[in-house]
């Protein structure tokens, strides 16, 4: 598996945005499987979204769809997480996670934490209002 860290996460106002990078370590990042999870007090960790090994087909949980997008570049080992329209509903820690073995598929895939064999540290979100 690979190693994960996270950044970006940070405290903005509700309706703003932020970019959470998730750097992995590792020359065969492009057959991962990578996810966003987030994980708000005395709540169960979600499933925010996905790519796909070869990026080619990303998911997202219906709670996020039309104000999150999920990005990877290949070339610097790096999945983005860009989170519009924020609402503080939408505070959690938020963590990268990634498989190798895991695929998913449509149309509306939820993935438990416990299918991902790597995770990132967590980054902190903290929305407003």
């Known amino acids: 598996q690979v190693q994960l860290v996270e950044s970006g996460g940070g405290l903005v106002q509700a309706g703003g945005s932020l970019r959470l990078s998730c750097a992995a370590s590792g020359r065969t990042f492009s057959f991962y499987t990578m996810a966003w999870f987030r994980q708000a007090p005395g709540k169960e960790r979600e499933f925010v979204g996905s790519?796909?090994?070869?990026?080619?087909?990303?998911y997202y949980a219906d709670s996020v769809k039309g104000r999150f997008t999920i990005s990877r570049d290949v070339a610097k080992n790096t999945v983005y997480l860009q989170m519009n329209s924020l609402k503080p509903e939408d505070t959690a820690v938020y963590y990268c996670?990634?498989?190798?073995?895991?695929?998913?598929?449509?149309?509306?895939?939820?993935?438990?934490?416990?299918?991902?064999?790597?995770w990132g540290q967590g980054t902190q979100v903290t929305v407003s209002s």
């Open positions: 996670a990634a498989d190798r073995s895991l695929k998913l598929f449509g149309p509306d895939p939820n993935p438990a934490p416990s299918l991902f064999g790597s």
């Open positions: 790519s796909t090994d070869s990026g080619g087909s990303t």
